[in-house]
């Protein structure tokens, strides 16, 4: 879904969304960050749809097929080389 967050910072955070999702480190950078973007919906919504794309590959559906995928590329690998072993 496309939301506009703020949160106070984590490096996790911006290691995987970057600056999609403004940040804060104290109740006055809070205060400025909400009245700077209630003032400002087509920032809101650009950073919405930024922090979107940026956290689509983490999903649980996207990751899940990551995993399916490596397991099958895994598997084949496997496949081959007990093949030449009993050939």
Partial sequence: CEVFSVSDWRPELETTLGDAVPTFNSAAQLEDLV?????NSPERRRLARLA????LPHTF?????????DLEGSTNGWQSSTAA???
Wanted: aromatic share 4%.
């Fill in 52 to 55: 979107r794309q940026r956290i």
């Fill in 85 to 87: 072993l009993t050939a």
């Fill in 35 to 39: 009245r700077t973007y209630l003032n």
């Fill in 61 to 69: 559906a996207a990751r899940a097929a990551q995993l399916l995928s």
